[in-house]
């Protein structure tokens, strides 16, 4: 008995349903999959046009609910960050009650902490990359649910060949939960490219100023390397995927660009990659396959890793604009508090260098770390202000399981039911281990006076994007979404 299509069901979260940019992650699992034989559904606001118009919590629910009642399943996939922990355990919840299912988690918050989604009834969670082995928990479990009839006995026959499959965690038939030896990190060369072709791709790619944050394009999101050789201790991002860099082959990225042009017709595109400008290769190289289609892009990046010529050639092939995690003012709270190995002084120089070059920036800042003061967090706003950036991002520090921060201050107090209250923007005061209280009401207020200075700023590019506005074509949908943010505007 081969797995029909409709028997493994891949789930995106439903807080994501309201984002404009879609999940990487479950879209290399689904492609995965499929290139072993294994054909699935990705459950996501796509299949729901008509039924899904604003996002509400319980509407999306009941939508994946009554789709996996009429699908069927006998395997059930969700990926998860830690805010949407409480989300996925009632889906699985509800999910197991109705049906006999084998329900996996993976994702960054399953690497972290997967023994909280085994005590709450899910079967499997994945620690670390996901795409390998996802792929031989589904080939065994295909054998187990041919070689028998009833769910029970098919059950022990799981949890006896979860022993067998590496990054993976399990409870075993005493109840005891089992974390096995991790993967190894799987080649990137020949990368699979994300199955698009299983997602609704024109409501993610429509104009929008999300994805090239500040920038009205059609824009998609791609991943041309994997893993960040730095240990920032407020971050979990290589826990995932490590800390020695893997990149994806220059003829594997341009498919994919090539397939997001010429198919979607893609405008501009973000790169994922925790740490874009590593390798000078690698950076030039995709410059060029930018350059080829004709593409706006942007990536992320650190201040210790610019110089001029880098910015020019990268300008050159099309980039437009660096994301760059600052995140303080205060040389005590980068090297004590954050490990963050860098100083003001790069920064400075960085973004000075940048508004020379005519590159614009996107700083990211965040407050109320451990130990840090009122002055601590004025020279964060000082610097903000000095720098000048196009785009500003200021964030309460929120506990992130995984990161250095979560386990020396947070790991004995911060439980799974605080995970839907870790909100970048929030700033509880159970999670405030800094020198100042209301945090929320400094960090609006910032906000605001950071707001203004973006408008200042931008008004400064009016030039640059009218070139891009007579330059790239869309134009009418392009007035459109300027025009509907007029309103917004005249009605605030």
């Not at 990054?167 to 005493?174: C, E, F, T, V």
């Not at 000048?388 to 399981?401: E, G, H």
């Amino acid at each position: 008995m081969s797995f029909r299509k409709e028997d493994i069901v891949l789930i995106l979260p439903p807080r994501r349903w309201k984002d404009n940019r879609y999940s990487l992650g479950l879209l290399y699992v689904s492609a995965s999959l499929r290139a072993s034989g294994f054909d699935n559904i990705i459950i996501e606001r796509g299949l729901f046009k008509e039924k899904f118009k604003t996002y509400d919590f319980e509407l999306v629910k009941n939508l994946i609910l009554d789709k996996v009642r009429e699908i069927k399943p006998k395997i059930v996939g969700f990926t998860v960050n830690v805010q949407e922990f409480d989300q996925i355990i009632e889906l699985n919840t509800l999910l197991k009650k109705e049906m006999n299912i084998v329900t996996i988690v993976g994702g960054p918050q399953s690497t972290a902490r997967p023994s909280e989604f085994l005590r709450q009834g899910v079967d499997v969670a994945v620690v670390g990359e996901g795409e390998a082995t996802v792929v031989e928990l589904v080939k065994m479990l295909q054998y187990n649910f041919e070689q028998q009839k009833d769910f029970n006995e098919i059950k022990k026959q799981n949890i006896e060949g979860f022993k067998n499959i590496l990054g993976i965690a399990y409870q075993n038939l005493s109840g005891e939960i089992v974390i096995n030896a991790p993967r190894p990190y799987i080649d990137l060369t020949h990368q699979v490219l994300p199955v698009y072709d299983k997602i609704d791709v024109e409501s993610y790619v429509k104009i929008a100023d999300g994805t090239v944050r500040g920038l009205p394009l059609r824009s998609g999101i791609i991943l041309t390397s994997r893993g960040c050789p730095y240990d920032c201790t407020f971050c979990d991002c290589n826990k995932v995927f490590g800390q020695r860099v893997r990149y994806r082959g220059l003829t594997n990225v341009r498919a994919e660009v090539k397939l997001l042009k010429e198919k979607y017709d893609v405008e501009g595109i973000w790169l994922a990659d925790d740490t874009f400008t590593l390798n000078k290769e690698h950076i030039l190289g995709v410059g060029r396959i930018m350059k080829e289609f004709g593409i706006v892009w942007s990536c992320n990046t650190r201040v210790n890793l610019l110089d001029a010529e880098l910015i020019q050639e990268m300008k050159k092939n099309g980039c437009v604009q660096f994301d760059i995690g600052v995140e303080s003012g205060s040389p005590r709270v980068l090297d004590q508090v954050m490990h963050k190995r860098i100083s003001l002084d790069q920064i400075r120089k960085a973004f000075a260098l940048c508004r020379k070059l005519g590159m614009r920036t996107l700083a990211s800042f965040m407050m109320g770390l451990p130990t840090e003061t009122r002055e601590e967090m004025e020279q964060t706003m000082r610097l903000a202000k000095e720098i000048k950036a196009n785009f500003y991002v200021l964030s309460i520090f929120t506990p992130l399981p995984g990161s250095s921060l979560f386990d020396q201050y947070y790991q004995h107090e911060v439980t799974s039911e605080d995970y839907k209250n870790l909100n970048f923007f929030i700033g509880l005061e159970k999670f405030n281990k800094s020198e100042v209280k209301n945090l929320k009401e400094l960090n609006t207020k910032w906000r605001k006076e950071l707001a203004w200075l973006m408008k200042k700023e931008n008004l400064n590019s009016l030039w640059f994007i009218a070139k891009m506005f007579f330059k790239l074509k869309h134009k009418k949908e392009r007035i459109m979404f300027f025009w509907q943010k007029v309103k917004r505007l005249l009605i605030k």
